[in-house]
Each structure stands twice: as structure tokens, then as C-alpha cells.
């Protein structure tokens, strides 16, 4: 069934992508948080732009933007969007506040901006049923560990190789918003993990033990859900 065409119906469709669109704001944000040298505001901003990103897409298919608006994709603002809060600040922050092997900072956030151009251009990005192909350039996720867990500088550069590698890969890694099995669980460790990386993030450098166990097992959690997934199709 094809969409209403309203002045209420356009309202809404604009609404959508103006939250969408926030997210460059965010990233400002983040990115002044970076120049400014406070590593904990630019973590908790780019998680406010995680939050933007997963509720955008699930209102545009209620409100069926696409149908509504099609003279304006939107895909292609989400995409730009993400890029800048998924990818480009996060490698910033990695160069700014995470330590790296002398003379591999660059290099290292250099691999880190160009292995996740093949993600965003990749067009079998995600699977059938919604997980997505590859490692999915969450860098901003990936930069939270690395600021709070506090590897070893060679660690930290291992780390990036391996995942920036895993964009070739047919692994699959969870979407927690489109993939339809476990969907209930998949949002209920989605948000506990995210509550508890605002804590810590907020408390750092304090790390009290149930948090840490907590953010740990939703963690743990979304390592199982990928394995088990990938497992699934190498068999088949």
C-alpha cells in the first residue's frame, strides 16, 4: 500500500530527517570536545548520535519517508551522518586520546578511515535477515573500549588491524534494531550496555565492579550473538 500523501504525512517525513540530520550537530559537538581535549564529552556526545541513529531508521519505515519524500534520500544523509560519528571522530579521538606505538598513530587511523569506505560502499552490507556483513565500522563503539579498558599501546594496534580486516570477512554482526531473532534480547542488552558505557564514561577513571560486569556480559553477549550467527551460515 503505497503512502498517504498529506501536508501532516510531509510534516512528519521532514521531521525524520531532521533528526537524521542532528547528528552532523552532534558530531560538531564531539568534535570540539576533541580540540578541547575532554575525551569523556566526546565519547557521551557520539553516543548521543548512536541513539539518534537507532531511532531515525525505525521511524522512517513507520512513517514511510521514503514513500513520502522520494525526491530527498534520505539513505544517502545517513549515510554521511554515520561516517562522521561512526568513523571520522571516533579515528580522531584514537589519534587524540589513545595511545598507539610510536609512529603507528597515523597509520593506524589512517586504515581505520579507509577500510571503512568499503563498508558504506559495499551494497551487500547487510544479510537477509538484517545482520550486517563484515565488521560494520563501529568504530565509536570500538573507541570506547579502548578508552576505558586501557590496553597496551601494540594491543590497541592489533585491535584495529583485526577489525579493520574483518570489513573483507563474511562474518556477521548483529544489527539489534532489524534482526528479528532474539529481537527482545537483542534491545535489552542494547540498552543495558549503553547505560552502562554512559556511567562509566561519566565515572572514569572509577570502575566499580558491577558495572564493569555488567557492561562486560552485554559485551560478551553481543560477541556470542555474532560467533554463534557466523557459525550458523559456515556450516550451512
Not at 25 to 40: K, T
Not at 129 to 137: I, L, M, N, S
Request: glycine letters at 4%; one cysteine or more.
Amino acid at each position: 500500500m503505497s503512502a498517504t500523501l498529506t501536508p501532516f504525512s510531509k510534516a512528519k517525513a521532514w521531521t525524520v530527517h531532521a533528526i537524521t540530520a542532528s547528528g552532523a550537530i552532534l558530531a560538531l559537538l564531539a568534535l570540539l570536545a576533541v580540540i578541547e581535549g575532554r575525551p569523556q564529552a566526546c565519547l557521551l556526545w557520539l553516543g548521543a548520535a548512536l541513539v539518534v541513529d537507532g531511532l531515525d531508521g525505525t521511524l522512517a519505515r513507520k512513517f514511510e519517508v521514503k514513500e513520502v519524500l522520494p525526491q530527498f534520500d534520505g539513505s544517502v544523509l545517513d549515510l554521511v551522518i554515520d561516517y562522521l560519528n561512526y568513523v571520522f571522530i571516533p579515528a580522531i579521538f584514537v589519534y587524540r586520546f589513545v595511545p598507539l606505538p610510536d609512529y603507528c598513530a597515523l597509520p593506524a587511523v589512517g586504515l581505520i578511515l579507509l577500510s571503512s569506505l568499503f563498508c558504506f560502499c559495499n551494497v551487500n552490507m547487510k544479510s537477509h535477515d538484517y545482520y550486517f556483513v563484515g565488521f560494520p565500522a563501529a568504530w565509536n563503539v570500538v573507541a570506547v573500549y579502548l578508552f576505558l579498558l586501557d590496553f597496551h599501546p601494540w594491543t590497541t594496534l592489533l585491535g584495529i588491524l583485526v577489525l579493520a580486516a574483518l570489513t573483507l570477512t563474511r562474518m556477521k554482526f548483529l544489527h539489534p534494531f532489524r534482526v528479528r531473532e532474539f529481537m527482545p534480547l537483542n534491545i535489552a542488552a542494547t540498552f543495558v550496555w549503553m547505560l552502562c558505557c554512559a556511567a562509566l564514561i561519566v565515572l572514569y577513571p572509577r570502575q566499580p565492579p558491577l558495572l564493569m560486569a555488567l557492561w562486560l556480559l552485554a559485551s560478551a553477549y553481543f560477541l556470542g550473538i555474532c560467533l554463534w550467527r557466523s557459525a550458523r551460515e559456515w556450516r550451512s
